[in-house]
């Protein structure tokens, strides 16, 4: 019912606060108490529960993402955490959305990262709770950078597209990360190919800004095309060295 009125938008949600109506920040607090009772597991295991939750999800990360910054830290992880299972949910449509809601959670961050350091000295921070829990639970958002790579990289991605948008989010945020788990993915490889994969690396983010506007989000989505498919070339082609394993690094 919450995923079908707000994702509906029959209903004018911002002015609820504005005249002191309750009604939706007390569906939402609804909303938390449930979902802390339902198992991670199930949120998958279940066809209907996944496709109501995971689109009401997207929906609050869309319009709401006030509410989802000011979480108490574990609500917050435990949405992380199935973002990050949905992220390979043999369903397109959950893995889709996932895509979305996880993009729209990296944009905020990044902004308010980038207003962090803007902020004079005696300026109250924005999301500095939001910020922090992110601060001390860093592994939460490289696993899901080595998650979507993995994904693009060597398997069947069948939505390259949605996965290409958080992806750049996630490595602007995570560079020293990027660096590390791509020097681990090009020594993975044969040493004859490894110069290719090298190659591959260094063109995906070449003329790639530090900056996610709709200009920048499309060239690196363009490149990473470009990418995808001299990876995958580059892995069918006959090597005259042994292989390790270039599965599940970083």
Not at 102 to 124: E, M, S, W
Not at 127 to 138: A, D, G, K, M, N
Not at 155 to 181: H, V
Not at 210 to 215: D, E, H, N, V
């Amino acid at each position: 019912m919450l995923k079908a009125a707000l994702c509906g938008n029959y209903v004018n949600f911002g002015v609820f606060r504005l005249y002191g109506d309750s009604a939706l920040d007390d569906v939402l607090s609804m909303f938390v108490k449930l979902l802390l009772s339902v198992s991670q597991s199930d949120l998958l295991d279940y066809p209907k529960l996944s496709q109501n939750y995971y689109g009401l999800l997207e929906c609050l990360a869309q319009d709401h993402m006030t509410f989802i910054s000011n979480l108490e830290p574990q609500v917050f992880l435990y949405i992380l955490s199935s973002i990050s299972e949905g992220l390979t949910a043999l369903d397109t449509m959950v893995c889709t959305g996932c895509c979305a809601t996880l993009d729209n959670i990296i944009t905020y961050l990044f902004r308010r990262l980038i207003n962090k350091k803007k902020q004079a000295p005696n300026q109250v921070p924005d999301s500095e709770h939001f910020l922090r829990i992110l601060e001390v639970h860093p592994e939460i958002l490289q696993q899901m950078l080595s998650t979507v790579l993995n994904i693009i990289m060597f398997e069947d991605c069948r939505n390259q597209w949605s996965m290409s948008r958080p992806l750049l989010g996630l490595i602007l945020l995570n560079e020293e990360y990027f660096s590390k788990l791509r020097g681990n993915i090009i020594s993975s490889q044969p040493v004859d190919k490894q110069e290719a994969m090298a190659n591959c690396f260094q063109n995906l983010m070449d003329g790639v800004e530090r900056s996610l506007l709709a200009k920048n989000r499309d060239r690196f989505t363009q490149s990473l095309s470009v990418f995808r498919r001299d990876i995958n070339d580059s892995l069918k082609a006959p090597s005259n060295s042994p292989s390790s394993d270039m599965m599940n690094y970083g």
